[in-house]
């Protein structure tokens, strides 16, 4: 019995994978010319030509056109880069899942900034505050959150960290949106939070930002929950 296109196509991305995870080839290494690698791992050039696509898509490998195909450098922001392309799938009913995942993951991130980040970055963070305007539009209000909270994951120094909140945000955008629409006040109150976050950075007091992270997103996933 011939095996499925599927099964052949998983059998030679574990083999691809295995090799990568031995070490045989490492971040930026050349794979082997495709009629020779099929020969050494026991595959078809067809199967073997379906694995490669499928892990260039996860980012793991990178094809360029006439000149072969590579390894990329492994880097937590560029595997991690499937995961707003998931999340992107995502049905209404579970941006509280992703809400949670976030009150779970960003205090400790901006604790972690508050040790971690330098003086100057701390600076950068205030100056993404003020740069908003006095009356500003819900658009630009959750342009500048994005912004806000993708600096705060950066300064925790964890990559790790870092990717899993960018890719999470998305699927939250449309909460923070239909916040600022639909409740009296709310902008007012993330300036406010977002200030007394910065505050506490800047103090390095990483207890009172994280109480105050988790305040901020336990306020949008609180309010969604009675919404919805």
């Known amino acids: 019995m011939r095996e499925a296109p599927m099964a052949l196509t998983d059998e030679a991305i574990d083999k691809i994978k295995g090799m990568i995870t031995s070490g045989e080839l490492g971040p930026g290494d050349r794979l082997p010319k495709e009629a020779d690698l099929a020969e050494r791992l026991g595959l078809s050039r067809n199967s073997l030509r379906e694995a490669v696509k499928a892990l260039s898509m996860i980012r793991v490998l990178d094809v360029r056109q006439g000149d072969g195909t590579y390894v990329t450098s492994l880097a937590p922001d560029l595997l991690l880069d499937a995961l707003s392309f998931v999340v992107d799938f995502h049905r209404d009913d ?36 003020d740069e908003l305007g006095d009356n500003p539009t819900i658009e630009a209000l959750v342009a500048n959150d994005l912004e806000f909270h993708r600096q705060i994951a950066a300064g925790s120094g964890n990559a790790v960290l870092c990717s899993l909140i960018d890719g999470l945000s998305g699927p939250t955008t449309r909460a923070r949106i239909w916040r600022g629409l639909t409740q009296e006040g709310a902008a007012e109150r993330t300036r406010e939070q977002h200030q007394a976050i910065v505050d506490a950075i800047t103090a390095r007091q990483p207890d009172l930002a994280r109480s105050w992270a988790t305040i901020h997103v336990a306020g949008v996933e609180e309010w969604l929950r009675r919404a919805l």
């Open 94 to 129: 579970t941006v509280l899942q992703f809400l949670e995942v976030r009150r779970i993951l960003e205090p400790s991130a901006t604790a972690l900034a508050t040790e971690r980040m330098p003086v100057e970055d701390i600076a950068k963070l205030q100056t993404v505050l």
